[in-house]
């Protein structure tokens, strides 16, 4: 083994865990933004909104916290 092969391995290990914890970052807010979505069809529901409604407010409080500013989100079929 070289020793470019081995700093080649520690740095591919290193990215690994990188994305691992990028992973687990991502999951974890995934996860927090499906039950505040939750909470918000709730509340709506809860105050009389309709339903169509309700589910828009989720999405697009899904779309606030799991997609970047300046990402341009297109429908199905546009």
């Known amino acids: 083994m070289s020793e ?3 700093f080649e391995e520690l740095i591919g290990d290193f990215a690994k ?3 691992n914890k990028a992973l687990e970052h991502v ?3 995934a996860f927090k933004a499906a039950r505040l979505c939750g909470l918000v069809m709730k509340e709506a529901k809860e ?3 309709p339903k169509d409604l ?3 407010m989720a999405a697009d409080v899904w779309q606030i916290i799991m997609i ?3 990402v341009e989100v297109v429908e199905a079929g546009e």
């Open 27 to 29: 999951a974890s807010t």
């Open 68 to 70: 970047p500013a300046g």
């Open 17 to 19: 865990e990188m994305e």
């Open 4 to 6: 470019m092969d081995g």
């Open 54 to 56: 309700a589910e828009g």
């Open 47 to 49: 105050w009389g909104i």
